[in-house]
């Protein structure tokens, strides 16, 4: 099993910045991309923001984040970080990690999320 832990979320205003960490434990070995995902008000799907391989921490972030969005993985802190700057309103929602072991297809480990709620 893999255990992710998200924090850093909040209450900001609209062009101010927050860093969402997710930490990692547990079976880490089986661990090979973990991301980050939005959930938005109201609604039930999650929505793909950012991830990042283990293997070369390769980044992919979500074309309408690029330039406001970065993602980052300390592994020695088993530890992976979303950096957001200049926050829009419509960027309030809950954050969640996640990551994949290999052979799963999916994402099949998720933290229990973190809200961030952007004020104008």
């Known amino acids: 099993q893999v255990q992710l832990v998200e924090s850093g979320g909040g209450l900001v205003q609209a062009g101010g910045s927050l860093r969402l960490s997710c930490a990692a434990s547990?079976?880490?070995?089986?661990?090979?991309?973990m991301g980050w995902f939005l959930q938005f008000p109201g609604k039930d799907d999650r929505e793909f923001v950012a991830?990042?391989?283990?293997?070369?921490?390769?980044?992919t972030i979500a074309d309408l984040l690029k330039g406001r969005f970065t993602i980052t993985r300390d592994s020695a802190k088993n530890t992976v970080y979303l950096q957001m700057n200049n926050l829009k309103p419509e960027d309030t929602a809950i954050y969640y990690c996640?990551?994949?072991?290999?052979?799963?297809?999916?994402?099949?480990?998720w933290g229990q999320g973190t809200q961030v709620t952007v004020s104008s």
């Open positions: 996640a990551a994949a072991s290999d052979g799963a297809g999916q994402y099949n480990y």
């Open positions: 547990g079976r880490l070995f089986v661990v090979y991309i």
């Open positions: 991830t990042i391989r283990h293997s070369d921490n390769g980044p």
